[in-house]
């Protein structure tokens, strides 16, 4: 092509200047991409095809490629690999048959395979990038390196990358990282601070496929360009529920192994579904382009996410998958696995914005059908007079009001985002969204899908095309930080740990499952709908359930005794404590409760608040038995798990409500601000006799009850009814109520619970009177009542 004024001798060396001034400012630079585990199923199914569909994006754009397909696989073989699936690779319908087959010889052309074993082999690599730069007059604008890989594999490939294979200066370097990151906060501590050593935190982009599914994409944007129709709606007032959901029809069999290990909550719900969550829950930043923004937001969601405990959770297992375990593991006959396929999860929110709406997250195998979706269900406070085939849908407000993002497949098939013709129509991107057309018959969500506005892709891409190009872009909204990675194990962790041992509910897997996975959740708490005798040992014939089994009463230390499973004994200690709340009230006018702290009161809090609505609330005060020297608001305060379980679902005055004075000018527990004679001040003047109505107290393994610990004189005797005392585990100080106040109680309830409590309970049950060696057995109220309330594993193991 000529260039004006270029072909006069005398100027031949100023225009050959200009020309190569306009080509530098033509090309933008270099970018190798090299893909590990390039002969593996992801690189196959998605990774080669996103590459290609990157290419054919930023054909003629101003850069230039080439593409290192790398693995552990010989050289030959590797190559024979490539050719075939580079062979395969497709086009857009848009893109006509003869330029498809242009572009993608020269992407064939572009691309290599390569061994990469060692530090020596990276240095190879890096020296064959620098050579073909050299040779071709380009400038080098970054790297990336794809670890389609076992995170087992990456510290090794980290090492001989950052040593060996790093672009110059002035280049950038991207690593992609795939899941799983860890299995819990622990590990996933860990894996980030082996990264850490190697790679900056902007140079590292962990991939979970999910946020580049369309739907899941078009969230944020969604929210911001509908900003004015979804501020009043977007918030507890105007939302009923919302439901994350991925359901699947296919089964585990072929990879039990990674199965065993993850199980669905760790393979789909604390990542891709947690992450939907995160869109839809954070606030919305000023400007959604801005990533540092967006990821700031998400994390601030992460961190309002409140604690999940076991009745949080149902879990499930499709019949076959033990069998399927046993064969392609080789396990004995008598092996059956814990590992839950299905899992519907209740989570809420701790903030203004989303308080007390429940956001349901399920996923599972071998279900009815499959699909994902995120539907948010308004509330319907309308009634309407006339009959309901009288209802307009784009005018009745008694119709279902919803917005669901439609991530694919089920009966719609594709990506789409509906919104209920009688909230308002959405406004999406013309360029890259359109309208879906009518299909008669169809219906959705319980309405046609006339009901809706119905918007679905121009054109449809695969996730990792788009997540591909994200990253080419350096657009690090749409990848896992370290930092709201490692908040969302601290979520989950806590749930997953309490889950262990916990059986499953089989199920046949299919339209054969019914209504055996229905749910249905009150407060905090989900259970299946439909009741299913668990068997609860092995073996032929039916086993006794809990149902079958009345609430046991006899005597443990001379004093009554009460003993039953773990649903039915909280369910009894709920009634007893709201029978002496109402005796009380009704004899002096108030109710002074104390309470202890942990674990094991909390399904008590929960049934409280969620059953007990005659119990008297405003006239009952709640006093600590112990707490934790750490400020209230922290996650291990006593307090702090009494206001997420119990108060801020019950009215109780708020100057009937009586933390522990553990933060006192800044300090924790200093003996000089005298928080302990502060509370027993307190406890003096508002107490009569200093004598609460009941005191709930536990019993620890160590024979520990309240935060009065063995072989350690505080609180056990002496005229302080409040001490500060040391606790052998972290945090080690405390503040609890002493032995003698706690003796002076009208009534004294102890709850034990749980298998580990099983060997304390034995011991306890021989020994005298001994509170040195065991706190508890110094439990003896000096003109009140003292009752015993234990699970049959805690007193039968």
């Not at 610990?709 to 609180?715: E, H, I």
């Amino acid at each position: 092509m000529k260039r004006p004024g270029c072909w006069k001798t005398p100027a031949v060396a100023v225009c050959l200047v200009l020309l190569a001034g306009l080509q530098a400012q033509d090309l933008q630079g270099h970018v190798s991409i090299i893909l590990l585990g390039a002969t593996g199923d992801l690189a196959r199914k998605y990774l080669w095809q996103g590459l290609f569909q990157l290419y054919l994006d930023e054909v003629g754009k101003g850069y230039s490629f080439s593409f290192h397909g790398a693995a552990l696989t010989s050289t030959k073989q590797g190559q024979e690999f490539v050719t075939k699936v580079l062979e395969s690779l497709s086009c857009p319908e848009d893109v006509a048959p003869e330029r498809c087959a242009e572009l993608r010889g020269r992407f064939q052309q572009l691309s290599q395979y390569r061994r990469l074993r060692t530090s020596e082999d990276y240095m190879a690599l890096s020296k064959d990038i620098e050579a073909q730069l050299q040779h071709e007059g380009l400038r080098e604008a970054g790297r990336i390196f794809y670890f389609s890989v076992p995170p087992f594999a990456y510290a090794d490939i980290a090492r001989s990358m950052n040593s060996s294979c790093r672009p110059g200066p002035g280049a950038w370097l991207r690593v992609v990282l795939e899941k799983p990151f860890g299995h819990d906060r622990l590990s996933a501590q860990q894996l980030a601070t082996e990264l850490r050593s190697f790679f900056q935190e902007e140079e590292m982009y962990r991939v979970d496929h999910y946020l580049g599914k369309q739907a899941v994409a078009q969230i944020l944007p969604f929210r911001d360009q509908n900003r004015k129709a979804l501020d009043g709606l977007w918030n507890r007032h105007h939302v009923e529920r919302v439901e994350i959901i991925m359901k699947e029809t296919v089964d585990a069999e072929g990879r039990t192994s990674f199965y065993e290990e993850y199980g669905v909550i760790r393979d789909v719900l604390q990542n891709h579904l947690t992450e939907v969550l995160s869109l839809v829950a954070m606030e919305l930043p000023y400007n959604v382009s801005s990533s540092g923004a967006v990821l700031q937001h998400k994390l601030q969601a992460f961190q309002a996410l409140r604690g999940l405990h076991k009745d949080s959770a149902v879990l499930g297992q499709y019949q076959a998958y033990s069998g399927q375990v046993r064969q392609e593991q080789q396990k004995p006959d008598s092996f059956h696995s814990l590992t839950p396929t299905f899992a519907g999860i209740l989570v809420h929110m701790d903030n203004l914005r989303w308080e007390g709406v429940p956001f349901i997250l399920m996923s599972g195998k071998a279900l009815d059908e499959r699909v994902g979706y995120v539907r948010i269900l308004f509330r319907n406070q309308a009634y309407c007079a006339q009959t309901e085939a009288r209802w307009v849908a784009d005018q009745s407000q008694c119709l279902p009001r919803q917005i669901v993002f439609y991530i694919g497949h089920g009966e719609l098939g594709s990506p789409a985002v509906l919104v209920s013709r009688n909230l308002f129509r959405p406004s999406l991107p013309s360029e890259s969204w359109k309208e879906v057309e009518g299909r008669p018959g169809l219906r959705l969500f319980g309405r046609p899908l006339s009901d809706f506005y119905a918007y679905s892709p121009v054109r449809e891409q695969d996730a990792y095309s788009v997540l591909i190009s994200h990253i080419f872009h350096g657009r690090k909204d749409s990848f896992i930080t370290t930092e709201n990675l490692l908040a969302s194990w601290a979520f989950w962790t806590p749930l997953l740990d309490s889950l262990a041992y916990e059986a499953p509910r089989l199920y046949p897997g299919g339209a054969a499952n019914g209504h055996l996975l229905d749910f249905e959740f009150t407060g905090t708490q989900v259970r299946f709908s439909q009741q299913q005798p668990e068997q609860l040992v092995p073996g032929p014939g039916s086993a006794p359930s809990p149902s079958d089994f009345q609430v046991l009463q006899s005597k443990y230390r001379d004093s009554p005794l009460i003993s039953a499973w773990p649903e039915e004994l909280i369910a009894k200690l709920a009634d007893d404590i709201e029978a002496t709340a109402m005796r009380a009230v009704r004899r002096f006018g108030e109710f002074h409760l104390a309470l202890s702290g942990g674990s094991s009161p909390v399904p008590l809090f929960q049934q409280l608040a969620t059953r007990h609505y005659g119990f008297p609330w405003a006239h009952t005060h709640l006093w600590l038995v112990d707490e934790r020297c750490v400020p209230l608001r922290d996650p291990e305060s006593n307090f702090q798990g009494l206001q997420a379980h119990l108060l801020q679902h019950v009215r109780v005055p708020y100057y009937n409500v009586h933390p522990m004075p553990v933060h006192l000018h800044q300090r924790l527990c200093a003996e000089e601000d005298q928080g302990a004679q502060m509370y027993a001040s307190e406890i003096s003047a508002l107490v009569t006799n200093s004598s609460f109505d009941l005191v709930l107290l536990g019993m620890g393994t160590d024979g520990h009850t309240a935060s009065l610990f063995p072989q350690s004189p505080a609180g056990l005797e002496g005229p302080q009814p409040v001490v500060l005392t040391r606790s052998p585990s972290k945090p080690h100080q405390r503040m609890s109520l002493s032995l003698p106040l706690i003796n002076r109680a009208r009534k004294v309830a102890i709850l034990v619970m749980g298998r580990m409590k099983r060997e304390i309970t034995m011991l306890v049950s021989r020994v005298g009177h001994e509170p040195k060696k065991w706190p508890i057995s110094g439990v003896l109220p000096s003109s009140g009542q003292l009752v015993w309330y234990m699970d049959y594993e805690a007193f039968l193991g």
